[in-house]
């Protein structure tokens, strides 16, 4: 850990801040009064990021006007985070160069405008040509956080800094004094803005170059020159298509297609008729050296950093990967504290588990384990949920901070809950997804099983059947049949696939009254509670459904979201867990008083550490083509669905499996 932060580079970064703005960020500090405690203070950063107690602070923001109207948002980050964002723009540059191709030329050492420019003239003043001059809407401020930190983790960054860069990305930002909600973007005004931009569109830039284009981009701006209108045409409905996988959209007003006899501006020079005209430059006036128009240096907040110790790993929790993002608690008794910005676990005072608040996205307690007022504020304050359930299993209810709620969303999701239609075709996308995702899941099952059986066949022809039958149904009631009755046929086909001495027959919930059924339960409540906390993260309501009826305590798009991940998510680990023979029949517990059937919580600690692994599993999303984890698929669902919601797609896409694999 200590090669990832060398007290030289730090200082690097240092001097490239000093060198820069002067302005003050949201705790008063300037580069001038920094520099007064810079030695101690640039000691006590590296042990932050060392122990991975570093956090960032938030930015002060203030709005320019734009030329063309309206207002741009900016930030002020602090000096630290200043220092923390040029270490990691340093530290990563190398491989986000791999990557970048030569039609992007913003942001990065020796190009700019001038190459750009430079390379657009050699296609425009050949020969008389068509262009697509484009521009991406609100890019800066729509980058899809999910998105972006998967392009980061594709480039094998090691996990510290990408933890780090996805710090920065969701720093809060105070306007005025109030925090303004976030949920996707970059912050302008950041030191890494331009380059993970940049890295964001890169895959855009490939399938543009792919095509064949004479594709030049500048930031957020671009054009494209071309032979005829028709194939203009065509490149820029193919533009609107693949941008829209990013989560993006073209400016409807700043982007359009030019005939060779019309002119367009691209970067501040005119394009006219095969010529390329400068822009006239102003003189410079001389003016009066003005002091910084920054805020006033302010007492600082903190200057002294606690410093921290890095415990050993011990106990459960013996299944803790590096990688985790959710902290589960299953010793009973345990208690959960906060120390040096890592939440511990003991038992008897027993140190068991020092995890870095940074690593952790949820805690999740099993049974009677007890948590600080420390632990309880610091998670509230960090958004992380906690979940609490019993030592069975059985979902009790969550703990959070409110969500950043978007009152657009809201809205939208008020207005399409009014109309039958949107409702009707929404749901129809989502059976479907569950059904074609049940039949190729059992599919695979019968293919490798030893003995394959006619029930699983008879459910396979069955599930293509109900599949037709989805496109045709003219209400939600029948669709609703058509979904019950396929899910009781896959299960159907499910159980017969089930080895000795396990056996499943029917789906029984509450309670679950056999080993399958109350593994099965359990991982639909952990990935129900996922998905509702996504859900409630990019501030959509969790009530607003679309095949399930809204109805009181009961987050029904959470339930929508479910459906297409159940088979390849729980139900395959299910069959994988009980057919491996990684659980036995003695690792469940007698029937209880209502016939419920439960783990041992030793055995418990095993499912959990394959549920965890199975989220971690790396899957290719259909939908933008990304080699991710199971887990950023629910990520990128639910922002699949606020794109429907939004209106700028049709129908939901669910997240289809292929029989491939």
């Not at 006033?296 to 890095?310: D, E, H, I, N, W």
Request: net charge positive; proline share 6%; with cysteine.
């Amino acid at each position: 850990m200590p090669s990832y932060f060398p007290l030289s580079r730090l200082h690097a970064a240092w001097e490239s801040v000093r060198r820069r703005s002067q302005s003050a960020g949201i705790d008063g500090i300037t580069p001038d009064l920094f520099a007064g405690i810079v030695t101690e203070a640039l000691r006590q950063l590296q042990r932050q990021l060392q122990q991975e107690q570093y956090c960032s602070q938030p930015a002060r923001g203030f709005t320019i006007p734009k030329k063309s109207g309206g207002t741009r948002l900016i930030s002020i980050p602090t000096v630290l985070d200043r220092i923390v964002q040029r270490f990691l723009l340093q530290s990563i540059y190398p491989a986000l160069e791999e990557v970048f191709l030569d039609c992007s030329h913003a942001y990065r050492p020796g190009m700019g405008v001038q190459t750009a420019i430079a390379q657009a003239a050699e296609v425009y003043t050949a020969s008389p040509v068509w262009a697509i001059k484009g521009d991406v809407a609100q890019f800066f401020d729509h980058l899809n956080w999910a998105l972006l930190l998967t392009q980061l983790e594709q480039l094998a960054i090691t996990p510290p800094l990408v933890d780090l860069i996805a710090g920065q990305l969701k720093a809060r930002l105070v306007v005025k004094g109030y925090p303004i909600p976030r949920n996707q973007g970059v912050l302008q005004g950041s030191i890494l803005s331009g380059a993970l931009a940049n890295l964001y569109l890169s895959e855009f830039d490939r399938r543009c170059l792919a095509a064949g284009m004479e594709y030049i981009r500048y930031g957020d701006d671009f054009v494209v020159l071309t032979g005829g209108l028709l194939e203009a045409t065509r490149i820029l409905a193919w533009m609107e298509e693949w941008i829209a996988d990013f989560r993006l959209h073209l400016h409807p007003e700043k982007t359009r297609l030019v005939a060779p006899h019309e002119s367009f501006t691209f970067l501040g020079y005119e394009f006219q008729s095969g010529d390329i005209i400068a822009p006239v430059r102003k003189k410079p006036q001389r003016k009066r050296k003005a002091k910084t128009a920054s805020t006033p240096s302010k007492r600082p907040l903190a200057c002294a950093v606690v410093r921290g110790t890095v415990q050993k790993k011990t106990g459960f929790l013996d299944h803790w990967q590096e990688e985790m993002t959710t902290l589960y608690i299953t010793e009973q008794r345990a208690y959960v504290k906060v120390k040096h910005q890592q939440f511990q676990v003991l038992l008897n005072h027993d140190l068991l588990i020092a995890v870095p608040v940074n690593r952790v996205s949820h805690l999740v307690l099993f049974g009677c384990c007890n948590l600080s007022h420390g632990a309880i504020s610091l998670a509230l304050r960090r958004r992380i949920p906690i979940l609490f359930l019993s030592y069975q299993g059985r979902y009790f209810g969550r703990l959070q901070t409110e969500g950043v709620a978007q009152v657009k969303y809201l809205q939208q999701q008020v207005e399409r809950s009014l109309a039958p239609e949107f409702i009707l075709r929404q749901a129809k996308a989502i059976v479907a997804g569950k059904l074609h995702n049940c039949r190729i899941l059992l599919l695979r099952l019968n293919r490798r099983s030893h003995h394959q059986t006619p029930e699983a066949k008879e459910a396979i022809e069955q599930l293509a059947e109900y599949l037709q039958k989805v496109p045709q149904a003219d209400s939600l009631e029948m669709l609703l049949g058509y979904e019950g009755q396929g899910t009781r046929v896959y299960f159907r086909g499910l159980g017969s696939l089930v080895y000795e001495p396990f056996t499943f027959t029917q789906r029984s919930r509450r309670p679950p009254k056999d080993p399958v059924n109350s593994l099965l339960s359990l991982g639909y409540t952990l990935v129900h509670q996922n998905l509702y906390s996504l859900v409630q993260g990019v501030g959509l309501h969790p009530h607003f459904g679309n095949l399930h009826v809204p109805r009181e305590n009961h987050p029904a798009l959470v339930s929508d979201l479910i459906e297409e991940f159940r088979a390849p998510l729980v139900d395959s680990l299910v069959m994988f867990l009980v057919n491996s023979k990684i659980f036995q029949e003695e690792d469940f517990t007698p029937p209880d008083g209502r016939g419920g059937v439960y783990l041992y919580p030793d055995k418990l600690k095993v499912f959990l550490k394959h549920w965890q692994e199975r989220l971690q599993l790396e899957v290719t999303h259909p939908h933008t083509g990304y080699a991710v984890s199971n887990f950023r698929c629910l990520e990128l669902q639910v922002w699949e669905y606020i794109g429907c919601l939004m209106g700028e797609r049709e129908v939901y896409r669910p997240m289809l499996l292929d029989n491939k694999w």
